[in-house]
Structures are given as structure tokens and as C-alpha cells.
């Protein structure tokens, strides 16, 4: 004969069942938003900030120390402005900057006269190594005295995973991490100046008398998808191609840290996926 259950032990078997169930749902419901959360990216290190809160939408290997490349010349251009110096000043292109440079490519030449906020501009929207060559070598002190200032402003800035050696981004000592650079942006979006130079489209300056004209090393700028407030490019072999923003996006003031990123264009390949990515999560989560 088949024991007939006591009340309570109908009521023990319904309450696990119930349990197992909602431990069923919820462990499907986290694997769901786990996909949700997932974005591909060929960048070897990735950081998405919310620019207010400071909180990671995207978070790959951030504190992963690496060569930046010619990010670094974000911290170049608030070195020299954090200095006051006369943006008016003209400073003529020598062979030390060359020598700065190796033999990295340049379409400036030795002798030229330009004026430091022109070095400035041609630093920051076209990475100009012989531009950042020459700001760095005619710094109050020379170029040691600069990349202290460098280091010194990094290590004020809680940037301790980060060194300079020079202000270019042409050596692989220069490295820091994606959480280091989410900083550095936001402390250089202070700068009216480096915010404009960085984001503007195109740029002409006289050399020996004839017009030479650059334009921004990220083509995103002249998208209309796009609403950049801050931009910087970077690349040598060493550090891949690197890319940081402060943009609007999907409503949110993002900063975007890419570094590492190998493939001619695989670091604008990686903000447009963000930038999809966003749009679409944040979209379902408005409709749901």
C-alpha cells in the first residue's frame, strides 16, 4: 500500500520544486544577459566608461600595461599647455627633432618655421611626430625637463601603471593601461583646445611658403554617425593600433579606450561594433 503524504511534506516537495525551477529561469536569464553583454572585439585591451559615473559598460583586459603609442601625445599637448607658453611663438624645425623621430615618416622637413599652437594642432589632429619632436625639445629645460613633466603630471593624474620617455609615442616605453587612458581623456577633455585640434577635420600650414595640408589620423571624425568631443589615434608595431574617444553615444558621454588592435582598420571596426552594440542593448532596454 502506497504511503499517503503528510500535508507538510506536500508542501516541503512543492517549495523545492519551486526553487529548482526559479534557479532554472535565473541561471538562463543570466546566460541571456551574458550574451546580451558580449561584444567581439579585435582589440587586445578595451575600456567603455560612462563618462559621468565612471562606471565600465566595457571592460577587456583594462589594466593590461602596454605601448600606446602616439596616445601619448595627448599628455604631450597638456604639458605644454599646463606651461602657458606663447602659442604664437615660432619654432624652427632642427635636425635634433629628426634624430627624435628616427626614421619615422614626416611630411614636415628640417628648417621649417611654424608656430608652437601650429606644432600643437599638427601634434594632436594629423600625429605629426616631428611636431611633438619639436614641442618636446624647445620646453623650459629641454627634453628631459618635458618628459619629467610628463611623468609628473601621469603620476598626479593616479596614473600609475603609466611612463613616458619621450613625447612622441614612437618608443614602446611609453605604456600604460586602458583604465590609465580612460584618465588621461578625461583630464584632457578639460582642454577647449585639445578638444578642438583633436577633432578637427582638416588643417593647413605654410612651409617654405607654400600650403601643406593634413588631416585627422581618425576618419570617424567626419562621420555623421558620430559625435566626438575628443580623439586620438596611435600606432606602431609594437602597440597595434590604439584609438581613444570621448563621445556621445546612445545618450551617454562615453569614454573609449582601444589599444592593441591588430589589422589596418580593426580599431575603427571595433568602435562601430561598440557603438552598434550600444545602441542596440540600450534600445531593448528601453522597449522592455
Known amino acids: 500500500m502506497q504511503r499517503k503524504l503528510h500535508p507538510l511534506e506536500g508542501i516541503v516537495a512543492a517549495f523545492a520544486l519551486f526553487i529548482a525551477l526559479a534557479l532554472t529561469i535565473g541561471f538562463a536569464q543570466a546566460d541571456e544577459i551574458k550574451k546580451q553583454k558580449a561584444v567581439f572585439l579585435r582589440s587586445s585591451s578595451a575600456l567603455v566608461l560612462d563618462a559621468a559615473t565612471g562606471e565600465a559598460v566595457i571592460d577587456k583586459n583594462s589594466d593590461a600595461v602596454v605601448p600606446i603609442a602616439s596616445i601619448t601625445k595627448l599628455m604631450t599637448a597638456m604639458v605644454i599647455l599646463d606651461r602657458g607658453l606663447d602659442l604664437e611663438t615660432r619654432i624652427v624645425l632642427s635636425r635634433d627633432d629628426i634624430r627624435t623621430i628616427k626614421r619615422s615618416r614626416t611630411r614636415l622637413r628640417t628648417g621649417a618655421s611654424?608656430?608652437?599652437?601650429?606644432?600643437?594642432?599638427?601634434?594632436?589632429?594629423?600625429?605629426?611626430?616631428?611636431?611633438?619632436?619639436?614641442?618636446?625639445?624647445?620646453?623650459?629645460?629641454?627634453?628631459?625637463?618635458?618628459?619629467?613633466?610628463?611623468?609628473?603630471?601621469?603620476?598626479?593624474?593616479?596614473?600609475?601603471?603609466?611612463?613616458?620617455?619621450?613625447?612622441?609615442?614612437?618608443?614602446?616605453?611609453?605604456?600604460?593601461?586602458?583604465?590609465?587612458?580612460?584618465?588621461?581623456?578625461?583630464?584632457?577633455?578639460n582642454y577647449p583646445l585639445i578638444r578642438e585640434y583633436s577633432t578637427r577635420e582638416r588643417g593647413t600650414v605654410q612651409v617654405f611658403k607654400r600650403p601643406l595640408s593634413f588631416g585627422n589620423t581618425n576618419r570617424l571624425v567626419r562621420s555623421s554617425q558620430w559625435d566626438i568631443d575628443l580623439s586620438k589615434t596611435g600606432y606602431i608595431s609594437q602597440a597595434g593600433r590604439c584609438l581613444v574617444m570621448r563621445v556621445r553615444l546612445a545618450s551617454k558621454d562615453l569614454i573609449v579606450v582601444l589599444l592593441?588592435?591588430?589589422?589596418?582598420?580593426?580599431?575603427?571596426?571595433?568602435?562601430?561594433?561598440?557603438?552598434?552594440?550600444?545602441?542596440?542593448?540600450?534600445?531593448?532596454?528601453?522597449?522592455?
Do not use: C, H
Open 260 to 288: 592593441d588592435s591588430w589589422g589596418r582598420q580593426s580599431r575603427i571596426g571595433d568602435a562601430n561594433r561598440i557603438r552598434k552594440w550600444l545602441e542596440s542593448n540600450l534600445s531593448s532596454a528601453r522597449s522592455s
Open 114 to 189: 611654424l608656430t608652437r599652437d601650429e606644432l600643437l594642432m599638427l601634434s594632436l589632429m594629423a600625429s605629426e611626430n616631428l611636431a611633438a619632436a619639436a614641442l618636446g625639445r624647445t620646453y623650459p629645460g629641454g627634453m628631459e625637463a618635458f618628459v619629467e613633466a610628463m611623468n609628473a603630471k601621469a603620476e598626479a593624474l593616479g596614473m600609475s601603471d603609466t611612463r613616458f620617455v619621450e613625447p612622441t609615442g614612437l618608443s614602446p616605453q611609453n605604456v600604460s593601461s586602458a583604465r590609465d587612458l580612460a584618465q588621461l581623456v578625461r583630464a584632457a577633455n
